[in-house]
Each structure stands twice: as C-alpha cells, then as structure tokens.
C-alpha cells in the first residue's frame, strides 16, 4: 500500500534523477542537432510537477497527489517526449481518482490508463519509442497484481520490464539501430520508473546536479532568467532593476556596462545579443543604473524598464509560495473573428510575424520548446474567438494540441514544422474568408514550402554510415541530414541549390544572430548570380539563435 506522502516523494525523486541524467538521454537522440532534447524536455515536464509537489503537505491522498502532479505537468509540458509523458501521468491520475491510499493493482491501472491516453493522442504512433516502453511496462504491471507481492517487487518488475523492451527498441527502428542506440524517450521512462521505485525503497533524495532550464545552445532570455533566479532569496540592496536596451551598433560590449553596475550593486546579470542588453541589477540607486545605460544604447517600448521594492515585496512572496494551485491568467475578450499565436526565437523573425498579422509570439524553437502553458497564455492574450497556433517545429507541435481543451476559445492548431512554413502559412491568410477556407488555404500554403536549414553539430555522432563531429556544419533538408559541411556559406549555397525544383519560383533566405550582414549578402549575391533571372530572392536578417540560416523554396 501507498500513500500520498509516499508517492508524492517518489515523483519528486523520479524528477530530480530524470533532470541528473537528462544529458545522457539527450546524447541518445539520433540527430545531433542543438534542439530541445529529449531528456531536458521530460526533466523540466517532470520537473514542473516537483515544484508543486514540494509546496504540498505530507498530510495528502494518492489521489491529490496524482492530480496535481498530472495537471502541472500537461500545464508544464514541452517537446514530444514531455506531451506524452505528461499523458501518462494525466492517465495515472484518473487510475487513482478518489484514493486515499493506493495498491498494487490501481497502480497497474493507472498506468494502462495512462499509456491509452497517451496513444489516443499521437496521431501515428510509432512502435519503438517511449510509447512502446510504457505499454509494455503496463501490461506487465497488470500480470503482476494478480501477485501476491510487496510494492517494492512490484515496481522492480514493472521497471525490469521497461529495461526489456528499450534494448529491443534499438532493432524496433532502423534509425535507432543505423545509430546503435535506445529509445531517448523510452531511457526517460525507465529513469523515471527507476526514481520512482528507488524512493519507494526508502532511499534518500538524490543531490540535485543542475537545473533542466539550461538546453544544448543557450538563448540569453533563458540564461537571463536562469541566472536572476539564484538571487531571488537575497535582499542586500532595496531595489531590483530591470531593463532592456537596444544596442547603438554590435560593437556595444555589455561588459562595460555589467563593470559599472557592480559599482552600485550586486547580484548583477547582464545578457546581450547583436542587438540587445538585457540587465538585472538588486540597488540601492536605480537611477544610476538607468542613466549609465543610455550611453550604450536606447531603452525598448515593451517590456519597459522595471523597479520594484524588494524589502515589500518579500513578505507577499513567502504568502504566494503556499498557494498550491497556479493562478489563471485573465483572459482577454475577444474582439474579432480570427487572432493568430506564432513561436519563434529573434528579433527579425519576432517582427516578421508580428508585421504578418500575428497577435502574440512565444520565444522559442529549437534551443527551447516552449510549454503547453506558455501556448496557452498567449492564446488567453489573443483578443480572438479563433486563435492560429503555429508552432514552427515539429517538437513543439504536440504542445500546441494540448491546449485546445485547455483553452477558453477555439483554437486551431497548424502543422507547421519550419520558420518558413509559418510565414508561408501567415500569408494565405485572408480576412474575408471563412474558418474553413482560411485553414485549407493556410495548409496548402506551408505544405508547399520547402525548408531547409543549416546548424551546427552539438556532440559526436554516426548518421548512415557517415561519421559527424562536434561542430561539423549540418545542412538539414525537410528535417533530414542532408550533408555536412565546414564552410556556413558553402552549406547554405549547396542547399539551397539542391532543394530547387524546376517550378520554383520564390527563395527566401533568413539569417542567424551568428551570420553578419555582409556574409549574408555573399551568399544573396552568389544566389542571385545562379538564379536571379528566373527566381525571386529575398534576405531577412531573423537573428535567430542555433540556426545559421533558414531556407525556403517555393
């Protein structure tokens, strides 16, 4: 028998051994490209169910424990693997509805139910994943409480089981066997089964090695936030400032500003880009820190500069971090037919979309997939009876999906998988048109866009007999390898040149935060030297992060 204090501190355990190992399940991903990986996305899934876990008494159900720990995690879910992980956990919390304590057979329950949930949700399941795993892992569960055995043997069954069907999973795929590798996401399911039945067993928690927020190629926004977050607990100085400031030209060093603010102040943190400092400074002269700012640069509109009184503030934190359920956002009215969500990482990207119609962009992509609750709060800003997601990634697709039931309006989500599709998609929007019009023409769109990209190798790897080091410039056709290269302009060139078709007639070339402008209008003019006469080539800068260039063909 279980209880809530007992499975409330097996979650906890599972989360922070599936965060201690997430790099190892990251590295077991086929492709070696800097994404959100499969291991970090499950241990910040998991890892949004521990916060809340922790806030809770010791004096609580099995029951109340897996609804709490289902709800934050479909709210805190990210990438593929974390949608179906929190799918399970949705089901586990059904299996053990209305429980105080919990045996052996609802268990086995919960988890059938969960592994249901989590299929019915996948469009086209695939056999040799997470999904494989779990099911396989259940159905064992249920040969086991028909036992007569202790928890302990139970959950050691279920997770000698799970070990099991992994190893198979590398001859279930031939992608995972070209790469002679396990299941990423079924490696996570094991680790969190394992953390769970090592707390079962009484063992201590686990020292917590590192925070999941930090992904393969860090965006400065996540750093930022990473970074602010070890000072919340010190108050040495009254004021904590924020500001962003847009850069005079990239040859601004933020380090001269950071330099200056620890001259009047501390717990500083200063993140920059080509184009921006974002700054965070706790001081007991704000207006110094406001005014020295201007000699690098300007200040932006939104969000604008912040201050605010720590010493007040401290004593409604301490109230706030008892409060067991996450407040809602308000949501705005809607006021016309169609609003539109995009996700998307750099400034020229951001304001592309923007200047296309969208209402609210979520940060992120590729270094960073953002959460189903992220999704959710930008479809709540959407002044919209309709709102459009485009997620822009085929990892953050699933996401999306998951807040059409969570959301107060209609909402539709696209199958863009590329930056491109979703601009393409953007514009076959038409005003007059109804929903349905609009979302056949809005497919059509994107699904005729060609996307290619180029990025770099973030580990060692093996990809169809073709060795890949660390670093090795990747070219990425519709998601796949396409060939690897040393040179960023010589890949983008010979991509591009492949992906051309006899009818196309559009090429779209979008630049990364790590391109200059000048290396971007090389390979603009050498394109323009093979094609211009009969295609149309256009040049955004995007800044995006991780991806040196973004193609599309049409």
């Known amino acids: 028998m279980i209880t809530g204090k007992q499975l409330k501190a097996a979650i906890i355990h599972a989360a922070i051994l599936i965060t201690n190992q997430r790099r190892s399940v990251d590295e077991l991903n086929v492709y070696p490209v800097p994404d959100g990986d499969t291991g970090t996305n499950m241990s910040m899934t998991v890892g949004a169910a521990k916060r809340e876990l922790e806030l809770l008494s010791d004096d ?10 289902a709800a934050s995690m479909l709210r805190g879910a990210r990438g593929n693997s974390g949608v179906i992980t929190s799918l399970l956990f949705r089901g586990f919390s059904k299996g053990l509805s209305g429980l105080q304590t919990a045996e052996n057979s609802d268990f086995a329950n919960a988890l059938e139910l969960g592994v249901a949930g989590a299929y019915k949700a996948v469009m086209k399941p695939t056999e040799g994943t997470i999904l494989t795993v779990s099911r396989m892992a259940a159905q064992k569960a249920q040969e086991l409480a028909k036992q007569k055995m202790d928890t302990e043997a139970f959950w050691q069954g279920i997770l000698d089981e799970a070990n099991e069907v992994l190893k198979q999973t590398t001859e279930m795929l031939p ?28 063992a201590a928690l686990p020292a917590e090695e590192g925070e999941s927020q930090k992904a393969a190629a860090p965006d400065p926004q996540l750093d930022f936030n990473s970074a602010v977050a070890q000072y919340d607990d010190e108050i040495n100085f009254t004021y904590c400032t924020e500001y962003i400031i847009e850069k005079t030209d990239a040859s601004v060093d933020g380090a001269k500003l950071r330099a200056y603010l620890e001259t009047i102040g501390d717990c500083v943190v200063v993140v920059e880009d080509d184009e921006i400092i974002k700054v965070h400074v706790h001081t007991d002269n704000p207006g110094l820190a406001i005014s020295k700012a201007l000699e690098f640069g300007s200040f932006i509109n939104d969000p604008k500069p912040k201050i605010e009184n720590m010493r007040i503030q401290h004593e409604g934190k301490v109230r706030e971090a008892k409060i067991v359920k996450q407040q809602e956002v308000l949501p705005v009215e809607p006021t016309k037919e169609f609003g539109f969500v995009a996700v998307a990482a750099g400034g020229g990207l951001e304001r592309a979309f923007l200047d296309s119609g969208v209402d609210q962009i ?5 270094t960073m997939n953002p959460s189903t609750d992220d999704i959710l709060r930008a479809i709540h800003a959407t002044p919209a009876r309709t709102v459009f997601v485009l997620p822009n990634n085929k990892n953050i697709i699933m996401a999306a999906e998951q807040t059409i039931n969570l959301a107060n309006r209609n909402v539709v989500v696209l199958q863009t998988r590329s930056i491109p599709q979703g601009i393409a998609a953007m514009l076959a929007f038409d005003e007059s048109a109804d929903l ?25 790897s093996e990809l169809d007999g ?7 410039v990747l070219a990425l056709e519709n998601g796949k390898l396409a060939f690897t290269e040393k040179d960023i302009n010589k890949a ?47 040049l955004l800068r995007g800044g995006q992060p991780v991806y040196y260039y973004l193609i599309s063909v049409e």
């Open 466 to 472: 073709q060795r890949i080091h660390k670093n090795d």
């Open 362 to 366: 979520v940060k992120g992509g590729q």
């Open 436 to 460: 349905n019009e609009n979302l056949n023409q809005m497919t059509k769109a994107f699904e005729q866009v060609s996307s290619g990209a180029v990025t770099f190798a973030a580990r060692d």
């Open 175 to 202: 992608a995972l066997k070209k790469a002679n590798v396990v299941d990423a996401g079924g490696k996570g399911f094991c680790i969190i089964i394992g953390g769970m039945l090592e707390s079962f067993r009484g």
């Open 492 to 538: 983008a060139y010979k991509l591009t040149k492949k992906m051309m078709k006899g009818d196309s007639t559009f090429i779209t070339l979008i630049y990364g935060a790590d391109v200059t402008e000048e290396k971007a209008q090389q390979l603009y003019d050498q394109l323009s030297a093979k094609f211009g006469g009969r295609v149309e080539i256009t």
């Open 60 to 69: 609580v159900s099995v029951s109340e424990v897996a609804d709490i720990a």
